[in-house]
């Protein structure tokens, strides 16, 4: 399972400024499409709508061939799993944090999750900014390491459906290549939507669209967009 359509999708947040134009792909289940394009092209608000913070004005958008409209937002919710840039984490342990998402999952299940992230020295501390009232402070984690907090959720709570924001690029350049495997990972054989800045990052996406001012202008294989550049 897995398959996501849009089709002829339009959008605006507000009526009067369309955002979304007649926007048409398809991933295929455990295929990879990236969204690429520049600031402002419309790549965040089309996530939002894959997992319906906002409704759309005209088209349909499908999830296995339903109506995401027809579908519970818990259902909804289940089937796609989020690795955002920038993770925020709840004031409680690691641990917990992984299990978000998954409240059934065994102590055992968390731990096999973030060692799959490489967090599992330090499920059981506390978050930055946690500060109890008498003082006891939590753990300062990287942008990297926080990434791997959602890694180890997205293992844990296995969707078919992967949405990835790509990673910042305040990663230094050995943790952006660690991360990049562990998502690599994750994706194979997942359906999966990435969003992205810049072509190059890209390489291992089955089709790439190109979104500019809420249009797909262009889309292919990665060699045959780098050659049209
Ligand atoms: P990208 O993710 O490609 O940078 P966005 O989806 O964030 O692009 O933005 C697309 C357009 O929608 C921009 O013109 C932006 O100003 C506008 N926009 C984004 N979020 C909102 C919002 N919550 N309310 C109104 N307009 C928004
Ligand atoms: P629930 O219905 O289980 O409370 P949420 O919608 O709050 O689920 O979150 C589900 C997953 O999506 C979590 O991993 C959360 O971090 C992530 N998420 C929620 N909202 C956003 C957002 N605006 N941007 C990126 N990730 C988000």
Known sequence: GGEVRFQAVDFGYDPRRQILHDL???????????????????????????YRFYDITAGAVLIDGMDIRDVTQKSLRQAIGIVPQDTVLF?????????YGRPDA????????ARFARIDGFIDQLPDGYETLVGERGLKLSGGEKQRVAIARTILKDPPILLLDEATSALDSRTEREIQEAIEQISRNRTTLVIAH????????????????????????????????
Not at 24 to 50: D, E, N, Q, W
Not at 106 to 113: G, L, N, V, Y
Not at 206 to 228: N, P, T
């Open 24 to 50: 048409s792909f398809h991933v295929p289940p455990g295929k990879t499409v990236a969204i690429v394009g520049p600031s402002g092209a419309g790549k965040s608000t089309l996530s939002r709508i894959l």
């Open 91 to 99: 004031n409680e342990s690691i641990a917990y944090n992984i299990r």
């Open 106 to 113: 065994s102590d055992e299940d968390i731990r096999q999750a």
């Open 198 to 229: 810049r072509l190059s990052t890209v390489v291992n996406a089955d089709e790439i669209l190109v979104l500019d001012q809420g249009r797909i202008i262009e889309r292919g294989a990665h060699e045959s967009l780098l050659l049209a550049q």
